[in-house]
């Protein structure tokens, strides 16, 4: 998603960026920071694809509503214009593995993506997705117009801020010319902790 073969090139901001997570009790390393980056694009990405499969799809009406719920923190991620992306983050600091009488409306939209077949490992999951201070390091924003998401460097203007980009493509037409269902649901539920980017260039791209 961010083109990581430049990342290392980045390894103080990272690590500046890492000393920021208050909430883990553990000094990160870069390394540690890039891992935790991967699993978090892959499951934008993941969340994408749920999207695309169910958005549409007349004869699974709950996998439907689900998908159409999710699909307003990408379409509308503000809500508040006082705060940008303020809906989008409340996604992102979701947490599906809070008790039953504590899920938010979000938890439950993250435990449809990624907990629905209870059989799968899902050790390899990071929730939150984003730490709060993450969330302020990181300025969201949502690109509909690529397929491959970025990370771009700090500017004079918010010299603490890295530019986060999240791919949003409009959903190609399915067909083996592009992505098929299959190829999506194939994704979603994909949890090979060596697998950060789906095979298919049209599922939006997690790393490159």
Not at 5 to 19: A, H, M, R, T
Not at 100 to 113: P, S
């Given at each position: 998603?961010?083109?990581?073969?430049?990342?290392?090139?980045?390894?103080e901001?990272?690590?500046?960026?890492?000393?920021?997570?208050?909430?883990?009790?553990?000094?990160?390393?870069?390394?540690?920071?890039?891992?935790?980056?991967?699993?978090?694009?892959?499951?934008?990405?993941?969340?994408?694809?749920?999207?695309?499969?169910?958005?549409?799809?007349?004869?699974?009406?709950?996998?439907?509503?689900?998908?159409?719920?999710?699909?307003?923190?990408?379409?509308?991620?503000?809500?508040?214009?006082?705060?940008?992306?303020?809906?989008?983050?409340?996604?992102?600091?979701?947490?599906?593995?809070?008790?039953?009488?504590?899920?938010?409306?979000?938890?439950?939209?993250?435990?449809?993506?990624?907990?629905?077949?209870?059989?799968?490992?899902?050790?390899?999951?990071?929730?939150?997705?984003?730490?709060?201070?993450?969330?302020?390091?990181?300025?969201?924003?949502?690109?509909?117009?690529?397929?491959?998401?970025?990370?771009?460097?700090?500017?004079?203007?918010?010299?603490?801020?890295?530019?986060?980009?999240?791919?949003y493509?409009?959903c190609?037409?399915?067909?083996?010319?592009?992505?098929?269902?299959?190829?999506?649901?194939?994704?979603?539920?994909?949890?090979?902790?060596?697998?950060?980017?789906?095979?298919?260039?049209?599922?939006?791209?997690?790393?490159?």
């Amino acid at each position: 998603m961010f083109g990581t073969k430049d990342l290392p090139l980045k390894s103080e901001k990272i690590n500046y960026i890492s000393q920021q997570l208050k909430e883990n009790p553990e000094e990160i390393t870069p390394d540690q920071f890039l891992n935790r980056l991967l699993k978090q694009s892959k499951q934008l990405s993941q969340i994408i694809a749920y999207i695309w499969r169910w958005a549409d799809a007349d004869d699974v009406p709950q996998k439907k509503d689900y998908a159409n719920k999710l699909k307003k923190y990408f379409a509308n991620p503000t809500e508040d214009l006082n705060c940008p992306a303020g809906r989008l983050k409340k996604l992102l600091q979701a947490n599906p593995n809070h008790s039953e009488e504590e899920l938010t409306e979000e938890d439950k939209l993250l435990r449809a993506v990624f907990f629905e077949d209870t059989s799968s490992d899902n050790t390899g999951l990071v929730f939150p997705m984003f730490y709060g201070c993450e969330l302020s390091v990181y300025s969201f924003q949502v690109n509909i117009n690529s397929f491959e998401g970025m990370l771009r460097d700090a500017t004079q203007n918010a010299p603490g801020i890295l530019n986060f980009y999240i791919p949003y493509p409009p959903c190609p037409h399915f067909g083996n010319a592009t992505v098929t269902e299959y190829e999506l649901e194939e994704w979603i539920q994909n949890r090979d902790k060596k697998k950060t980017f789906a095979d298919n260039p049209y599922i939006p791209t997690t790393s490159s």
